[in-house]
T-cell receptor, first 113, second 111 residues
Framework: GENVEQHPSTLSVQEGDSAVIKCTYS??????FPWYKQELGKGPQLIID?????GEKKDQRIAVTLNKTAKHFSLHITETQPEDSAVYFC????????????FGSGTRLQVQP | GAGVSQSPSNKVTEKGKDVELRCDPI?????LYWYRQSLGQGLEFLIY????????KSGLPSDRFSAERTGGSVSTLTIQRTQQEDSAVYLC?????????FGSGTRLTVV
């Protein structure tokens, strides 16, 4: 089955700096790659996603890049703010078989004011 | 409703008791998923429903875990004879396509 690895597990940046979180996946048939943000005591919330026919997608301060050949994708947050502090999860959806997303182990991002 | 609703939000139970966790998905969402999140860990897949059927229940950790969905809507996750290792946050999500909407979860503590 699909295996998703996520790095780093923790990341601390100064307010205004950029943050990058990286994930790799194992199933070359995977075709959908979302990113979720989880704040304390809440469920994960979708912040951006990308499909396998696209290499990059941006939404204001957030961008995601996908390298299908290398089977890795990354989340980029620019001009970080304290409210960006949360746990971020990447995920991959299989192209066939099981429909459920496989999640990475999460990255705890702390933005220091 | 406007979002995915899970109840109870918190549940403390004694080891050996049975518990039922409920999920109310977004109206019209045909797919429903249960995940488990242990303290500080990632999301572990448990079971997936499409309508009322469960094409994939491969993530259920043991036969003490079961789930059902009725009317293509509400789902119940049942854990029998709870053990301390069952302590976790149980998250439910629903979707129409590939994008999930999660509930806030049920925090289960087995003492």
């Amino acid at each position: 089955g699909e295996n998703v690895e996520q790095h780093p597990s923790t990341l601390s940046v100064q307010e205004g700096d950029s943050a990058v979180i990286k994930c790799t996946y194992s199933d070359s048939a995977s075709n959908y790659f979302p990113w979720y943000k989880q704040e304390l005591g809440k469920g994960p919330q979708l912040i951006i996603d990308i499909r396998s026919n696209v290499g990059e997608k941006k939404d204001q301060r957030i961008a995601v890049t996908l390298n299908k050949t290398a089977k890795h994708f990354s989340l980029h947050i620019t001009e970080t703010q304290p409210e960006d502090s949360a746990v971020y999860f990447c995920a991959a959806a299989p192209g066939t078989g099981r429909r459920a997303l496989t999640f990475g182990s999460g990255t705890r991002l702390q933005v220091q004011p | 409703g406007a979002g995915v609703s899970q109840s109870p939000s918190n549940k403390v139970t004694e080891k050996g008791k049975d518990v039922e966790l409920r999920c109310d998905p977004i109206s019209g969402h045909t797919a429903l998923y249960w995940y488990r999140q242990s303290l500080g860990q990632g999301l572990e897949f448990l079971i997936y429903f499409q309508g009322n059927s469960a094409p994939d229940k491969s993530g259920l950790p043991s036969d003490r875990f079961s789930a059902e969905r009725t009317g293509g809507s509400v789902s119940t996750l049942t854990i029998q004879r709870t053990q301390q290792e069952d302590s976790a946050v149980y998250l439910c999500a629903s979707s129409l396509g590939q994008s999930y909407t999660f509930g806030s979860g049920t925090r289960l503590t087995v003492v």
